[in-house]
């Protein structure tokens, strides 16, 4: 049995990780910690997921490398300053599994690597993710990730990260932000979940490539397979696609 520990239990997301981790018979729920909550049923657990807020999950993780316990985290908010600091944390021998991963959905990680794959081919590319109004964060954990990796392929074919723009002209915000150059615009929509759609757009034709999640347990069996294998990868480690056979 790989002992479990929820932060962020009463959360929108955390509270489906404490079911799912009910129902799998490997697994054993020994703590729900939700803000406010005494942690020290924390330290019963081999494995701690976190689902909380940006702001609070660096001390959450923190407490988690120095007292021997491995992670699992969906929290949004990782930079490459953040990795950087949690692989300084762990430092150059490391004695435990911190997973990180921006999206648990098995179709959002293809999502992710059909964009990176078809970016080159394309003259244009834009991100447009669509949330649910409870949502803290923008651009999306998702969205900043799918930028990296669309805008690192088309580097790598020396391509520009987004294409051709002549605006001149535009009120602040109205062409979204950038990540790693590419164009990201954010939505915020009663009744949405999480979506996300890749634009590109070259001669005569244009790609969307569109992801919806329509249903939180859409994460549960990315999150459970990062539970049971978190404890194989010591260290940290960034991405669903790692513990996924892709080809
Ligand atoms: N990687 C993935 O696949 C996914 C990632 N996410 C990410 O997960 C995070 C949570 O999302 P969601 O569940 O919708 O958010 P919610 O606001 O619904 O839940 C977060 C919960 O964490 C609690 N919390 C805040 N700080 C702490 C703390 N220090 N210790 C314990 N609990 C704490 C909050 O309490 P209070 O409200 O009182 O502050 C709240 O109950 C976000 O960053 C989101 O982007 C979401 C879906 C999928
Ligand atoms: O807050 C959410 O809901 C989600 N957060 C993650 C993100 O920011 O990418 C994953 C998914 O989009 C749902």
Known sequence: MIAVGVLGSRGRMGAEVCRAVREAPDLELVAEI????????????????????????????????????HSVVGTTGFDDDRLATVRGWLGPD???????????????????LFAARAAPYFESVEIVELHHPGKADAPSGTARRTAELVSAARRAAGQDPA??????????????????????HAVRLGGLVAHQEVLLGGSGETLTIRHDSLDRASFMPGVLLAVRHVADHLGLTVGLEALLDLG
């Open 163 to 184: 294409g051709p723009d002549a605006t001149t002209s535009a009120l602040d915000g109205a062409r979204g932000t950038r990540v790693a150059g590419v164009p990201v």
């Open 34 to 69: 939700d803000a406010g909550d005494d942690r020290s049923g924390l330290a019963k657990a081999d494995v701690l997921v976190d689902f909380t807020h940006p702001d609070t999950v660096m001390d959450n993780l923190r407490w988690a490398v120095e007292n021997g316990v």
């Open 94 to 112: 490391p004695s435990v599994g911190v997973f990180v991963a921006p999206n648990f959905g098995i179709a959002a990680v293809l999502m992710m």
